[in-house]
């Protein structure tokens, strides 16, 4: 298998479809017309009545996708900080043409709400999975950003409350409603490439990030920026304004955070989609000249590279079996070692990861009750493979998993690094 | 002369070798762990700063031992400190530190008191029910609540008899609400452990009380779970709640009871349901592949009401198989359009191995209502039926003729592909050329082997008219090769001027690198001076879209420049080498700057190679003498970066990386690594820069990783 980029003929590229023009492979949208009012309005019983946690750029984001979908109805932002919840009561009550949209400092008044079918959770990383819990257990559904957790045991809390609740959970794993890399993972997933050797993930930089204890400076009103909500499960520092980037404070937790977190919660999930959602990998290799090795039960290996990609945009990812491959990134194009891959298919070429099909997908669910793509089970062994990776990287050495008993097998600093205490009074 | 050793004794020895490199690597990480640890445990008992016993904690969740414990115990009631102290007492492996945080529990108040219950959860210490047992009795609902979940994280069945006997006398709802979830969590355990009687008599209570719908959600579904068969009476009476939760938990359980009488019994109720929930109960059915009842199914697929349709055609494209074909087929000529197009769909992706077959003796004996979507399936399902569909050619309707067309498009193999070339050119009917040009566009790409179908393709454009030559020397550009290349090349050369037309023009097209040579000679040597042009800005083409090393691509610049005179072709070689930056491509360049008609070009493209190349790959004072710029004196004011409210000042940085020419060379490629973050993610982000350049004030905005070049004030 080469790793050089080679030549990418036109044929071999997907053909251009429009995003809207749905696919072979985009999962149909079915709002039945029975739903639908006299002017296009969804109902009010198909509506799903949503709020917003921590919405910042990224939520922002989100929150437009929701606002997309004629059967969303947003009624209130819970946030930190002040600004922000007034920013997004503007977005949403102009889209509704409204003044409905409540401002919430604490998310917990917000989950109190009965009205509240779904909540997006658009929080930094540190909240995310703590934030999860919470709305599990008021009963709420929930599209929460990634990464979704900060080390393995919240991963495996996470899936098993989600089933235990009943809750519709989507990892804000956009990629898995992407046609493209959709149909990359049904080839290697299928055995059209063959057995299936290797898979690729870019990890998008290896290095491990603390946010530690900086300089205090004076901690603003409460009202305007809520610190100790901020810190949430963080152990507990004072107020320094450089820790508010919320995108990257409490990156993993731990002193491990960060490392291939960032991007492999986004490309190491769809090389777990390419293997069937299978167990991640029960073996991670030291790094070694800028990639490292895991390998999963059957031998299949799992590579984080940084380098050696055919340029196809960021996150890419790419699956190599005995008699094919095929590499797709978020250009919306995919490459493949035969046209004959392709069998003749149309295959949406959505470029610059859009959220809007996850979100629908997520949508879809609450209605169903069906798992969506990037459900909690998924998310959950997708994270345990990163965060199985960062232990690597921060012992530097190899480190062996036990998918049953979900420990690193006689290795004890690594089965400390499993897990991180919450600071008072949260709790997974 | 020794005996060879055996296999085995090798690799006993080498096994033996391993443990031992192993055992040692292992001891001296302990050792290492253990000289770390007192390093940290000196930090606490020192007066360093909270900062530096914050980070001590933290460590000491990895080096930790029993000995730090102790230390670590001091901590817990520090406000700052404790929930430091509780990430490595939460790692500490053995009885020390669980005594350590039972002590606090039983002395700490509030918050504090709380952390110490949650980590006494985590660790699922048995020896901490007394404490646990107090506390859940705490007039602080918090407190009792967090004792509540904690009990049901330890789990067992002393655990579960004192949330049982707290539950009657408990009154405030959030701390009712924790014993539920107590209860649950250590029902969940008990399932999981095949205590399947005792769980449910847990599950049973909860579900039973005055709670929270969520709470009476997760037991039901552990009710119905930990009765498994005998739970179907129970999931039955879910569905049919009135109560909106418990529907939905009953279609989450549906899912996760495993059995056939679960199927029959959920078939039952399509006609007991409302048809929302029936079409609801459907898509849960269907995600239960291996048994999901068909008929049932199929049944809902043929009722009149269009919502319980959609839900059943759908489920039938994903565990439908050859026996739904029929239903399905009817379903897929419907005058519903939604309807009619989900079964398309379905059929097109049904399962089973007696699908296609079945589809080919359909079509053979279909009219001309069924024609098209049989076709239409052939197509999609790529089913080999080149005889079934060749008749169809002949049909009077343009509509089916063109649909079948699209089928062989599809499916037509190597051998068979002279059928296509025939129709596309020369149809019988002048209406179906497109289609038939279109079928055969598809077919041809889809060849393994590329050759034998370009062979296929170039003997046809002999005895072709000159509109269908031409279409083929577009479809041979798609399929590209060795003789589709040399084809082109040919009729570039022809005398006609519409095929030397679309043959340049396509060539400048080609789908990798190999058109190279060809255009370069065509740029010499083409019978019209504008399609020397043509060749050449596809030669250039080629130098800027392909991936190859620098010094090819420089050399192909090169080698475009020397073989015209023309400024504009010249600055297009600028731009080519503008985009991949390389040491050899700003020599050129700089070479190029010489020339009065590129100066002002290559000065910009320098630049640009320049600020590409980033950090100390290029001394900026030495380019800027070679391409014969002024120098400038030039002041950073203000810089900032990101987008709407989330700006970073990153004056610091930029004036770092300015010095007396125009441009400002970024130590890394991108801003995000230049500016230490990612300020605003998922955002398109601005640099907005406030400059002087030889005392005159400026300003100027960049796009996200655009070049830094300032313009004069």
């Keep these: 298998m080469r790793n050089q980029a080679p030549e990418v003929p036109r044929r071999r590229f997907l053909k251009t479809m429009a995003a809207t023009a749905g696919s072979t492979i985009l999962a149909p949208t079915i709002i039945p017309s029975s739903a639908l009012g006299r002017n296009g309005a969804v109902a009010p019983s198909e509506r799903i009545v949503v709020g917003g946690i921590g919405i910042g750029n990224r939520g922002t984001y989100d929150l437009g996708c929701f606002l997309q979908q004629p059967d969303v109805q947003f009624v209130a932002v819970a946030d930190i900080k002040e600004k922000r919840r007034v920013e997004v009561k503007k977005i949403v009550d102009a889209h509704h043409g409204n003044a409905d949209c409540a401002m919430i400092r604490d998310f917990r008044e917000l989950l109190d709400r009965n009205d509240i079918d779904a909540v997006l959770i658009a929080t930094g990383p540190n909240w995310h999975a703590t934030a999860a819990m919470a709305a599990a257990a008021a009963g709420k559904d929930m599209y929460c950003e990634k990464p979704v957790t900060k080390n393995i045991d919240q991963s495996l809390i996470l899936a098993e409350t989600m089933r235990r609740t009943g809750r519709v959970f989507q990892a804000g794993t956009q990629r898995r409603n992407l046609p493209h890399f959709a149909f990359a993972c049904e080839l290697a997933r299928t055995g059209k490439l063959g057995q299936l050797k290797r898979v690729y993930a870019h990890p998008a930089g290896m290095q491990a990030m603390m946010s530690g204890w900086l300089v205090p400076e004076t901690e603003p009103d409460k009202n305007v920026v809520d610190w100790d909500m901020y810190l949430g499960p963080a152990a507990w520092r004072p107020f320094n304004s450089q820790l508010l980037d919320g995108f990257n404070f409490e990156k993993g937790g731990g002193l491990v955070g960060g490392g291939v977190l960032e991007w492999g919660s986004h490309c190491v999930d769809l090389c777990q989609w390419a293997v069937g959602d299978c167990p991640p990998p029960v073996q991670y290799d030291a790094p070694k000249d800028g990639q490292l090795v895991a390998r999963y039960a059957n031998g299949t290996e799992l590579i984080f590279r940084e380098t050696g990609w055919i340029p196809l945009g960021s996150c890419p990812v790419r699956f190599e079996g005995e008699t094919g491959w095929v590499e797709a990134g978020d250009s919306g194009k995919i490459v493949l070692s035969s046209p004959a891959l392709l069998a003749g298919r149309d295959v949406a070429e959505i470029g610059g990861y859009p959220a809007t099909f996850h979100v629908r997908d997520f949508l879809d669910c609450v209605k169903t009750r069906s798992q969506p793509k990037g459900n909690a089970d998924a998310a959950c062994n997708a994270h345990i493979a990163c965060h199985a990776a960062n232990i690597a990287l921060h012992l530097g050495r190899q480190v062996n998993f036990d998918n049953q008993t979900h420990s690193f097998i006689n290795d004890e600093p690594a089965n400390r690094l499993r897990s991180e205490a919450l600071r008072e009074p949260w709790r997974m | ?713």
């Design chain 2, 1 to 713: 002369m020794s005996q060879p050793q055996s296999y085995q004794v090798i690799v006993t020895r080498i096994t033996t070798i391993l443990l031992l490199i192993a055992s040692s690597v292992c001891a001296a990480e302990t050792a290492r762990a253990m000289d770390k640890e007192a390093e940290l445990l000196a930090v606490l008992k020192s007066d360093a700063s909270p900062a530096e016993k914050a980070l001590a904690c933290k460590n000491l969740a990895i080096y930790g031992s029993e000995a730090a414990v102790v230390e670590l115990a001091k901590l817990l009631p520090d406000e700052q400190l404790s929930s430091w102290a509780r990430i490595a007492l939460e790692a500490i492996p053995g009885s020390a530190a669980n005594a350590a945080l039972r002590d606090a529990a039983d002395k700490l108040q509030g918050k504090l008191l709380i952390g110490m219950i949650n980590s006494l959860g985590v660790r699922r210490d048995a020896e901490a029910l007394p404490v646990l047992k107090k506390r859940l009795q705490d007039v602080d609902h918090e407190v009792a609540s967090a004792a509540a979940i904690a009990l049901g994280k330890v789990g067992g069945q002393q655990a579960a008899a004192l949330l049982v006997a707290a539950l009657p006398v408990a009154t405030e709802p959030h701390v009712r609400s924790a014993i539920a979830q107590g209860c649950v969590l250590c029902a969940e355990r008990m399932l999981a452990d095949g205590q399947h009687a005792e769980s449910a008599i847990l599950y049973d209570l909860v579900r039973g009380a005055d709670m929270p719908m969520q709470r009476r959600v997760e037991a039901t579904r552990g009710a119905i779970l930990a009765r498994q068969q005998k739970g179907i009476p129970l999931l039955i009476e879910t569905l049919h709640s009135p109560e909106r939760k418990l529907f939905q938990i009953g279609l989450a359980t549906a899912r996760e009871l495993s059995g056939n009488d679960v199927d029959q019994a959920l078939a039952d109720q399509l006609d007991k349901l409302p048809s929302e929930r029936a079409a609801l109960l459907i898509t849960a059915m269907a995600d239960r592949p291996d048994s999901a009842p068909m008929a049932a199914i199929m049944k809902a697929a043929q009722t009149d009401d269009k919502t319980l349709r959609l839900a059943a055609v759908d489920a039938l494209r994903r565990v439908g198989n050859e026996t739904c074909l029929p239903v399905l087929m009817q379903t897929a000529l419907d005058s519903d359009t939604d309807v009619a197009t989900l079964a398309r769909q379905s059929l097109a992706e049904l399962s089973g191995d007696g699908v296609d077959v079945q589809i080919v003796k359909l079509l053979a004996a279909a009219d001309d209502q069924s024609s098209p979507v049989l076709l239409e399936l052939v197509g999609r399902r790529r089913i080999e039926a080149v005889a079934e569909v060749l008749p169809w050619l002949e049909n009077e309707n343009s509509a089916i003729r063109h649909a079948a067309l699209k089928a062989l498009g599809e499916t037509v193999t190597l051998q068979r592909l002279s059928l296509l070339i025939e129709q596309a050119v020369s149809p019988k009917q002048p209406e179906d050329a497109t289609a038939a040009q279109q079928a055969l566009k598809v077919a041809s790409v889809r060849m393994p082997d590329r050759e034998a179908c370009a062979e296929q393709l170039s003997q046809a454009i002999d005895r072709s008219s000159v509109a269908a030559k031409v279409t083929l020397l577009e479809i041979l550009s798609e399929v590209g090769g060795v003789l589709a290349l040399k084809t082109l090349d040919k009729a570039a050369r022809n005398s006609d001027d519409a095929l030397q037309d679309a043959a340049s023009r396509l060539l400048g097209k080609w789908n990798n690198v190999d058109a190279a040579p060809v255009l370069l000679d065509l740029a010499k040597t083409a019978p019209a001076d504008k399609y020397r042009v043509r060749a050449l800005r596809g030669y250039l083409g080629l130098a800027r879209k392909f991936a190859m090393p620098e010094a090819d691509r420089v050399q192909m610049c090169r080698s475009a420049i020397d073989a015209t005179g023309r400024v504009a072709e010249h600055k297009l070689a600028l731009e080519v080498l503008k985009l991949h930056p390389s040491p050899e491509g700003l020599q050129l360049v700089v070479m190029l700057s010489k020339t009065p008609e590129l100066k002002s070009d290559a000065s910009a493209a320098a630049l640009a190679i320049a600020q590409k190349m980033g950090g100390d790959s290029v001394n900026a004072n030495e380019l800027i003498r070679a391409i014969g710029l002024d120098t400038i004196k030039l002041e950073i004011l203000k810089a900032e970066y990101g987008a709407g409210a989330a700006m970073k000042d990153v004056t610091e940085v930029v004036k770092k990386q300015a010095s007396n020419v125009p441009l400002i060379a970024l130590n890394a490629g991108d801003y995000n690594s230049s500016f230490g973050g990612d300020p605003a993610p998922g955002v398109v982000k601005q640099l907005k820069i406030q400059y002087r350049i030889n005392n005159k004030a400026g300003e100027a905005t960049f796009a996200e990783n655009a070049m830094i070049l300032l313009p004069m004030p």
